[in-house]
């Protein structure tokens, strides 16, 4: 149904004349009579009695008022609600991090989305790049960044590269390895690995590096607890500058002498659904990525 005619039908119960109506309609009354006479055909009823005094409605017309009222309102919102979501005045995102891009990006990223567009409710989920994968095929997430060098391969993703950022081997200040002369990466394996699940040829570099197979290891996806572990332990780590300059600033952790060689950088992308149109508040956050990365 035109809804047109509805608002023509809503003029005519107001004006209660043709004439008036059509007038106030910017129709002229011939016009105006057939788009009427239109609705009554479409809703097979007589919605007016016409007469010399105007047109007066019927038990039909006062019954179909309401509803032709709500019609037009939904139709009002919907179009309120587009040009919201259009200029991110309101809406949802919900989108992922992997453990370590979490820290020193997508926070930083997430502050600056929040301050530039206060209307959309932002929902952030961090998990390993497999969890990430099946919440955003699941429709639960618009993107996410992740390590994805375990998930080119797959043909519903679409996937941008990250530039590659290199790490550090870090431990509590006075571990027992700080006061080592000569430092080798076959050192390490005498003490627990604290990360978070790793993508498989990083695990198999690392026991190249270490001469072990898969050291005594910590896990967990959350970057902060395993920072705290290794502030308080033997336990040694890895990872990228951005998520623990705090903590190398503040004197509680300090890098080893031990330069990450290829193999063991990092391996973010931005992934989303292929084929799938992001919604105009993902759209606003990639840009924002774009920006960051680029000035990285």
């Known amino acids: 149904m035109d809804t047109r005619l509805l608002q023509h039908f809503i003029a005519l119960m107001h004006h209660g004349n043709f004439a008036r ?32 005094h105007g047109a007066r409605p019927t038990a039909f017309a006062d019954a179909a008022l309401p509803h032709a009222r709500a019609v037009l309102g939904a139709l009002d919102a919907l179009h309120q609600e587009m040009a919201g979501l259009q200029g ?80 550090h081997v870090f431990c509590r200040q006075g571990h027992p390895l700080c006061a080592m002369a000569a430092l080798d990466w076959a050192d390490l394996g005498e003490y627990p690995l604290a990360m978070t699940r790793l993508p498989d040829h990083v695990e198999r570099r690392i026991e190249q590096l270490t001469g072990k197979g898969r050291q005594r290891r910590i896990e967990c996806d959350s970057v902060a607890l395993l920072v705290a572990i290794v502030a308080q332990s033997n336990a040694i780590s890895l990872a990228p500058d951005s998520a623990i300059h705090r903590e190398l600033a503040d ?19 931005l992934v989303q659904r292929r084929g799938h149109t992001l919604s105009p508040a993902a759209r606003a956050f990639v840009e924002l990525l774009e920006a960051e990365t680029a000035a990285g």
């Open 88 to 167: 991110l005045e309101q809406g949802r995102l919900a989108i992922g991090t992997g453990p370590y891009p979490a820290v020193g990006l997508m926070d930083t990223l997430c502050a600056r989305f929040v301050d530039r567009y206060p209307g959309i409710h932002l929902r952030l989920h961090t998990g390993n790049w497999h969890e990430l994968r099946d919440r955003l095929l699941g429709g639960e997430l618009e993107l996410f960044v992740a390590d994805t060098r375990e998930l080119a391969d797959e043909p519903s993703l679409q996937i941008h590269d990250l530039p590659r950022r290199g790490g």
């Open 21 to 52: 109506a059509a007038e106030a309609s910017h129709l002229s009354q011939p016009a105006f009579s057939r788009a009427i006479q239109q609705l009554e055909q479409q809703l097979g009823v007589t919605l007016f009695d016409r007469g010399r």
């Open 251 to 269: 004197g509680r952790l300090v890098t080893l002498p031990l330069a990450a060689p290829a193999g063991l950088e990092t391996g973010y992308g």
